[in-house]
């Protein structure tokens, strides 16, 4: 069923005047089940609502407005001039509930100026409110000059929704996409928060640059997705301009591409503040700290240009994003930033970046494993006298898992807190009796340091194969013991005097359940 908006009384294809009885009156002759509807607006055709409009269970609108010819080669920037056209005043929306869509449709915000220096003052309001129930789609739509051009309902007690698919959404708004609550098992694929209103303005560029990056800069997020959004699939997103490009809950979704870039100049530097992906550690916005859920998020590709910093950990211990590869270049920060939580980075890549590498804004409370290559940083952008990794005094070290290589300058350490003298410890375990020892990090070899002066015989922990080093902090006895979790010394030695500094590496025999002494050095 598709009808057209020229059917109905009131309206105005030439949408200088308000259209909400004709919309009124065609979204009430479409029946709301599954079979549904859609009204039809012609690429001729300019709609003007002064009130929100709601779609539910098989209701769509349907227009002509093709996403692609007003991005990359073939750009047009006359948006007041394109048809298939929604345009909102007063505040008024676009909510989708559940089974709605919104298809090959430019909504943008009444009274907008385009190719002018935006006034973000004026850019209010939600252009497309995704509201409650499941099955919402947007396919090929943009969505201009809001405060928020994609939201939901943020409320997470009875807003569930699962299975929306966002395809082909551009956006440029204050604010992106805003989603709050639980988007299981949905998919979003050629998503872009881009400064579509102003790439036909040419702002006042520096003296000897040609390029104005400030009216391209939009103070808030490109895309946010908090909560849960366990089984989302997400395809490719690409964020421009936004203070914070991808902002997520690590909660069970899967991403293949993430791109975000900060327009930039060398008069007009990305300030600090400017993330590239801020990941959060199970932070419910909702509720507060939630249980920690069983999977993390993943990530196969983040690339981040010209920001502040460009990877951000926060949030609670326990939790990691897994990340196959990140390129993340022309930093006036920090390249990856752990202030909560932890990352897993198979293959990092960091260029020209002002910072550490590698910055802990804290001492660590989950295990962070980066693998990769950084190049050319430091506050001088050469790596000369750098460190790579700054890590503040008491990180363990087994949390600071960071092996990456670098063109970092001859006798400059690895390691800094901040003071240039710092290199994270091992955990510090209490000699006792017996000595208790946490789970296997699944390492080849546990090292930790051995604190106090009380003699011990047994080290509670073992299981066959698991290899663990002693490092002595003072001077302490070990005395042998033929028994379970007791310890075999060298040459068969009853006890043996450690003094502070020596270190002793261990193996699990989990045939005798005894531990064996391989390598001792005083």
């Not at 008024?92 to 298809?103: H, P, Q, S, T």
Request: glycine share 12%; aromatic share 8%.
């Amino acid at each position: 069923m598709r009808i057209s908006l020229s059917d109905f009384p009131g309206f105005d294809p030439t949408g200088v005047t308000s259209s909400d009885a004709a919309m009124s009156a065609a979204i009430a002759s479409i029946p709301s089940s599954a079979g549904g509807g859609a009204i039809v607006i012609d690429s001729s055709q300019k709609v003007r609502l002064d009130t929100s409009i709601g779609l539910q269970q098989g209701q769509q609108i349907v227009g002509e407005f093709n996403c692609h010819a007003h991005a990359g080669a073939g750009y047009s920037y006359a948006f007041e001039e394109s048809g298939s056209a929604v345009r909102l005043h007063n505040g008024a929306e676009i909510r989708l509930d559940n089974g709605a869509a919104l298809k090959n449709v430019l909504v943008y915000r009444g009274g907008m100026e385009f190719n002018s220096a935006p006034d973000f003052n004026e850019w209010t309001g939600v252009g497309v409110r995704l509201g409650y129930g499941n099955d919402q789609r947007l396919e090929d739509v943009m969505v201009l000059g809001f405060d928020t051009c994609v939201a939901n309902l943020a409320d997470r007690g009875l807003n569930g929704n699962g299975r929306v698919v966002m395809d082909r959404v551009y956006v440029d708004g204050k604010n992106g996409f805003r989603l709050v609550g639980s988007y299981d098992t949905s998919f979003f694929d050629e998503l872009r928060a881009f400064c579509f209103a102003t790439q036909g303005y040419p702002g006042e560029p520096a003296p000897g640059e040609w390029y104005d990056p400030r009216k391209d800069r939009r103070p808030g997020v490109g895309f946010q997705m908090l909560d849960r959004s366990d089984g989302t699939k997400i395809g490719r997103i690409e964020t421009f301009g936004y203070l914070v490009g991808f902002d997520a809950n690590c909660a069970s979704w899967l991403a293949q591409q993430v791109t975000a870039d900060y327009p930039s100049t060398p008069t007009y530097l990305a300030p600090a503040t400017a993330i590239g992906v801020r990941l959060r550690a199970d932070v419910d916005p909702t509720s507060g700290n939630r249980p920690v859920d069983v999977d993390p998020s993943h990530i196969g590709s983040i690339q981040v240009w010209s920001y502040g910093k460009g990877i951000v950990s926060i949030g609670r211990p326990g939790r990691m994003a897994s990340i196959g590869s990140a390129a993340l270049v022309n930093l006036t920060s920090d390249a990856v930033t752990i202030d909560g939580g932890g990352v897993q980075i198979d293959n990092l890549d960091a260029c020209l970046c002002s910072g550490f590498p590698v910055a802990f804004a804290k001492a660590p409370d989950t295990v962070t494993r980066i693998r990769g290559n950084a190049t050319q940083f430091g506050p001088s952008r050469n790596s000369w006298n750098a460190a790579v990794v700054k890590a503040p005094a008491g990180s363990i070290r087994e949390y600071v898992d960071v092996q990456i290589s670098t063109d970092q300058s001859t006798g400059c350490k690895f390691y800094d807190d901040g003071a240039g003298n710092h290199v994270p410890i091992y955990r510090e375990i209490p000699s006792a009796v017996p000595v208790q020892l946490p789970p296997p990090s699944g390492k080849s070899v546990d090292d930790y340091t051995i604190t106090g002066t009380v003699s011990f015989g047994a080290i509670h922990g073992g299981q066959g194969g698991r290899i663990v080093r002693l490092h002595f902090k003072s001077a302490v006895s070990v005395t042998a013991a033929n028994a379970t979790n007791g310890i075999r010394l060298p040459s068969g030695a009853s006890s043996l005097n450690v003094p502070a500094g020596a270190v002793m590496t261990l193996d699990y025999n989990g045939a005798k359940d005894r531990w064996e002494v391989v390598s001792y050095v005083a």
